[in-house]
């Protein structure tokens, strides 16, 4: 099993930390043990006065494809109140990145798909490639979107253009992205991470006692998160019971539009 310091890497340079979400080989798709990575990685963090920013990246040009596909199957062999259980605590190891005292830098390369997408929107800021791969894809799949994305979309983008977004389920770049509100910039893919880092060493650079209480004052209402985390979790348990989801995941599979029947 991988240790969190191959699965999620830490580099310090200065005051400034990047966090690496490491399984290039898989696009850094979302399992539990990559989340409980992060977790450790943010908690050792939580530990070190001398970091003021932190950059969230992901490994081989892509910043996470989106929850496991394995993973979902397993889930829909479960009972509802396991998946529900087995879905908050899931939500909490990725979104364990809100817990970090300074503020954050999402760097985003290559694909950010569904729950992928949402980690980078729980940063404070966001630095995106033009050719970014976006997608909110949740119903293209038969599944309810989790990961706080019924709470971050219309945060970030709006109430009409949010639901758009989650409706839909349709891709789009990442000079969309900024459009719409979802990224601070859109840049070439190989100079997202040096401007995420350069940006982060601005924040840095700055009171660190006034740019934490900054980030407190800034970051999203933890009660109403907390209430959407909750019925995302229950609307997914739901949908893992569906034949929808198992249409979803057997189109994803064999690259075709999936037959949904909403059984």
Avoid at 7 to 33: I, K, W
Avoid at 87 to 103: C, Q
Avoid at 104 to 128: M, N, P, R
Wanted: net charge neutral; aromatic share 4%.
């Amino acid at each position: 099993m991988s240790t969190p310091s191959t699965a999620v890497l830490l580099e310090v340079e200065g005051a400034v930390a990047t966090l690496t979400l490491n399984d290039a080989a898989r696009r850094n798709a979302m399992t539990p043990e990559l989340g409980e990575a992060l977790r450790a990685r943010v908690a050792e963090l939580q530990q070190r006065p001398d970091v003021r920013a932190v950059v969230l990246a992901g490994a081989g040009g892509a910043f996470s494809a989106g929850g496991d596909l394995q993973m979902l199957e397993r889930l829909r062999r479960v009972s509802s109140e396991e998946a529900r259980t087995f879905m908050l605590d899931f939500y909490a190891r990725y979104l364990s990145v809100l817990e970090l005292p300074v503020p954050t830098v999402a760097a985003v390369e290559g694909a950010a798909i569904g729950a992928g997408l949402c980690v980078a929107l729980a940063c404070d800021l966001c630095v995106v490639a033009e050719d970014a791969k976006l997608a909110l894809n949740f119903v293209q799949l038969g599944l309810h979107p989790g990961m706080g994305a019924t709470y971050f979309v219309p945060w970030r983008a709006g109430a009409q253009r949010g639901a758009e977004l989650l409706l839909t389920g349709r891709r789009f770049d990442g000079r969309e992205a900024v459009q719409l509100g979802l990224a601070l910039e859109a840049a070439p893919g190989a100079e997202v991470l040096a401007r995420a880092r350069k940006l982060a060493a601005q924040v840095a650079a700055n009171a660190p006692l006034a740019t934490r209480a900054l980030k407190r004052r800034l970051a999203p209402d933890r009660a109403a998160l907390q209430r959407a985390l909750e019925e995302e979790a229950r609307f997914q348990a739901e949908s893992y019971g569906s034949e929808d989801l198992g249409e979803g995941l057997a189109a994803a599979a064999a690259r075709r539009a999936p037959s949904f029947q909403g059984r």
